[in-house]
């Protein structure tokens, strides 16, 4: 058996004790998990440094380094996101359905956890505590496998949530971190079958796609943006105007950010002038289509990439089409099913892009950026689940749970 | 682009209409494929005999001839299960869940079609109507490659489904059948993320095990039953052994059938004669384990594989445990998540084997023989998951959707 082997059967016996923990010891866990964060702070922080010192020494971005780096305030946050999952309700245990049937058999649907979860991540280390929390409410085993940047401060990180793990009577290895970063070890999470539920990548396009194309434990694909805001020929002009800049400026780096901004012929020489000058005076570069080109000769010409492009950046592409069916038609072909916008004060036009649009959230009159398990009113989450499979959308705590079908009977047979 | 991507994206395209079509439009279709099909009947025996006369000539064995071979009354059985599906409520636009947030935003979780759907099975020309019809319904496109023993009843009996199709005015491409029957193509539709949302495998271990290795489009694992029967020290001792032979007996050769028996030491010498010599008597072969050598002395002994084996066959093995704290722990360790039942008259008991059992179905006091669509009441089935993503146990139309998230607001932006 691999280290890896006896790590993953270690959770799965823990699973077997955390799954039918009542709330009351959960949430124990979970504020002693939270109080071994603060008072393990001063070691936490020196492991981080050395992660930290490496990653410079390596020649890292600065923004890697910022998302890497912890201090106080961060710790304190991550000790508050472990109270506010103990806070949010348990899902385990409740009755979705029941029915009898006509000879006698009591069929209850219940909720249940989903098992040993494993989560790939890359290399921001509030994600180890923020995964842990919401697996271990869940009734799951977590098994982390964090970026090899992160390790030392990841490894810090999990020493304390397992000793509150322990403090509070559950087995410490509901939570655990891959103590050997390699590329193998990641290859090898992904194939544990026998160990493993499911899988959750967390990061970027890179990651998720190598999870996608080697797992054979069944994969939860999380993540990948190209969200768009259509503009229709029935909207309201200003206020279509502060939703589309808004969806691209208020975080350009999230994944429910807006990358392609599609606007109805029919108001392009109307709208696009007063929209693309605002985003050029926000600091958005725009990049657009021929049609864009003659309205506003003074913007970036796209390509025909641009239109499959997450940019995480204040960059946006911006496309004049037809009318709804050519946008719908655009944004079924070029969008992530993630989050999809369509301005419009026509009934029949808003239920037409409702309909058509393959996403896992479609907004009429809104920013895409509400796609998110603390907007939708979750309390927390896990991810924004791009695939069909399971569950769509930003995954909360009920997300990661599964259900069993209890049959009571009398002896029945067939 | 190769021919498979081609049906492919036709299936796509189709999939859009499909996707938002109405339920009477679905039922009509349904409806004339069931009338083509009766119509279309003396070509797809014809087709089928051909089949029927290259197994022979392979020396294929009697059992696979039989589930090979149509006749008049097996297609007008497939003609009635399109019928029967026509009757079922349609899924499709449920709205699941709906709430209003403190921003004003009005959130509808909706029941839609998964999108595009593989089916790789085996032999068995029936699926290919049974699959047409449960997908169709529940609004998803589905391509369908079956084995190449069956290839020209599958082409016959798809030509008849897509004319019934056509002719309730939906795009005939919402169900295909892959034209090459080859390993190659088998391969290739495992690989299509980017036109196909969901796998499914029906079939043997060795078709559902080589989809998991090698797919990259989300799979849902059907099949793999080895399902257990407890017989508890407090159960009811005629109902137990009535409860254990069936579940052996009625069906030998299906998913959820029992596999082996555990029965509880301090009933082993009062419960096993008995039972040992009715299973016998009706042809069952007995293996047991030592303890159960030492009550019954004229069993097979069982190897250590038995434990693990689907026999899908007169064949039981048989193994006498500490009470149910070691029956769970062999249950969890050698069963495959899908129907475990206990005989005990004791609620205590009961409890903790519901609680603790990891499984789709978990029965008390009666057979596992009941996890099915039918029986439960879905009215057909598509298979029974033994995975823990998306659904688990039998799957029915409901299982066939996901939901995306309808968001209406009135310019909120965050």
């Not at 002693?32 to 020196?46: G, S, T």
């Not at 390699?182 to 890179?206: F, Q």
């Not at 000058?277 to 309205?295: A, I, T």
């Amino acid at each position: 058996m691999s280290e890896l082997q006896i790590q993953a059967g270690r959770a799965r016996e823990a699973w077997r004790i955390l799954a039918v923990a009542d709330t009351e010891t959960k949430n124990k866990a979970l504020q002693r998990m939270a109080d071994c964060l603060l008072e393990d702070a001063q070691r936490i922080m020196e492991a981080n440094k050395l992660d930290v010192e490496a990653a410079q020494a390596k020649g890292t971005s600065a923004a890697f380094i910022e998302r890497l780096t912890l201090n106080e305030k961060r710790i304190d946050a991550m000790a508050n996101g472990l109270r506010d999952v103990a806070r949010l309700n348990d899902p385990i245990g409740e009755e979705l359905d029941a029915w009898t049937r006509p000879n006698g058999l009591n069929i209850v649907r219940r909720r249940v956890p989903l098992g040993v979860i494993g989560i790939i991540y890359e290399s921001r280390p509030n994600v180890t505590a923020d995964a842990a929390a919401l697996c271990l409410k869940s009734g799951n085993a977590v098994i982390l496998r964090g970026g090899s940047d992160a390790f030392r401060s990841n490894a810090a990180i999990m020493e304390s949530l397992r000793r509150g793990v322990k403090e509070a009577g559950l087995p410490e290895d509901c939570v655990s971190l891959v103590m050997d970063p390699s590329r193998e070890t990641a290859g090898e999470l992904m194939r544990m079958n026998e160990y493993i539920d499911v899988l959750i990548p967390r990061g970027g396009k890179g990651l998720i796609q190598s999870v996608v194309k080697n797992a054979t434990v069944p994969v939860i694909q999380t993540g990948d943006g190209v969200c768009h805001v259509y503009v229709d020929r029935d909207c309201e002009l200003a206020l279509a105007q502060t939703v589309a800049v808004s969806a691209k400026i208020s975080r350009p780096s999230v994944c429910n950010s807006a990358e392609t901004l599609l606007v109805d012929e029919a108001i392009a020489e109307t709208f696009l002038p007063g929209c693309v000058k605002e985003l050029k005076e926000k600091g958005v570069e725009v990049r657009g289509c021929e049609k864009v080109l003659k309205v506003c000769p003074d913007v970036v010409p796209a390509a025909e990439e641009d239109w499959d492009t997450e940019y995480n950046d204040m960059i946006y592409s911006v496309k004049v089409v037809s009318g709804v069916k050519e946008a719908v038609a655009h944004i079924n072909r070029h969008g992530t099913r993630h989050s999809e916008a369509i301005m419009t004060e026509n009934a029949e036009t808003a239920a037409y892009f409702k309909g058509m649009i393959d996403a896992a959230a479609v907004y009429v009159n809104a920013s895409t950026r509400f796609t998110d398990g603390g907007e939708f009113g979750f309390g927390a989450e896990i991810g924004i689940s791009t695939q069909k499979l399971h569950a769509r959308g930003p995954m909360g705590l009920n997300e990661l749970t599964t259900y069993k079908y209890e049959i009571t009977g009398s002896g029945q047979i067939r």
